[in-house]
């Protein structure tokens, strides 16, 4: 199974500043075969369930505002929010659907400072 | 509008059994497959099952693999996680969820259930 990894377990940003969660895969999840990277970043906030925000690494879901975006190809991966906002405070996850069994990194929950 | 609702949750004890359903509307459910995820109390989300749109392909996390069961109904648009042996650590809140393409069921998940509780507790 590939092992998903976020860094860090949680962090407190002020707002408007910007906030950085990595996630690393224990194996490549970039497709050879449609040139993409199998993964996902969702965003939970509590009581709800999650909520898809990019895919194929980069492409932010419609409706998503464009201060979160994601990078990173192969094992390593990034999902950053430009600009914090107050409702932007959940636990984030990283997930791979490269093949079975999809698997998430164990969260990042994100706070104000 | 897109939409899963889950239900069939409930205390159980262990070593009994259970059965979740996911009602879903607004899309062409029989063009999808399918997954359940669930999260426990506290804790991470954890992928449980996906079943091809025809019901052909069957997928299970090893913590699952034996004693639970996912099966659809097409004409019903409807879901299901038979839950067989239950264990404490099966206590969590069942996710269904519908990939956001219907050409591959390994895709992101696009559509969330709120969930149904499941306590397996004597």
């Known amino acids: 199974d590939i092992v998903m990894t976020q860094s860090p377990d949680s962090l407190a940003v002020s707002l408007g500043e910007r906030a950085t969660i990595n996630c690393k895969s224990s194996?490549?999840?970039?497709?050879?075969?449609?040139?993409?990277?199998?993964l996902a970043w969702y965003q939970q906030k509590p009581g709800q369930p999650p909520k898809l925000l990019i895919y194929?690494?980069?492409t932010r879901e419609s409706g998503v505002p464009d201060r979160f975006s994601g990078s990173g190809s192969g094992t390593d991966f990034t999902l950053t929010i430009s600009s914090l906002q107050a409702e932007d405070v959940a636990v984030y996850y990283c997930?791979?659907?490269?093949?079975?069994?999809?698997?998430f990194g164990q969260g990042t929950k994100v706070d104000i400072k | 509008q897109v939409q899963l609702v889950e239900s069939g949750g409930g205390v159980v004890q262990p070593g009994r059994s259970l059965r979740l359903s996911c009602a879903a509307s607004?899309?062409?459910?029989?063009?999808?497959?399918m997954h359940w995820v669930r999260q426990a109390p506290g804790k991470g989300l954890e992928w449980v099952a996906v079943?091809?749109?025809?019901?052909?392909?069957?997928y299970y996390a090893d913590s699952v693999k034996g004693r639970f069961t996912i099966s659809r109904d097409n004409s019903k648009n409807t879901l299901y996680l038979q839950m067989n042996s239950l264990r404490a650590e099966d206590t969590a809140v069942y996710y269904c969820?519908?990939?956001?393409?219907?050409?591959?069921?390994?895709?992101?998940?696009?559509?969330w259930g709120q969930g149904t509780t499941v306590t397996v507790s004597s």
């Open positions: 997930q791979q659907y490269y093949g079975p069994p999809m698997t």
């Open positions: 969820a519908k990939p956001y393409g219907s050409e591959s069921y390994y895709l992101p998940l696009d559509v």
């Open positions: 194929w690494a980069s």
């Open positions: 194996q490549s999840v970039f497709y050879s075969s449609n040139n993409k990277n199998h």
């Open positions: 607004g899309f062409t459910f029989g063009n999808y497959g």
């Open positions: 079943m091809s749109y025809d019901g052909s392909d069957k």
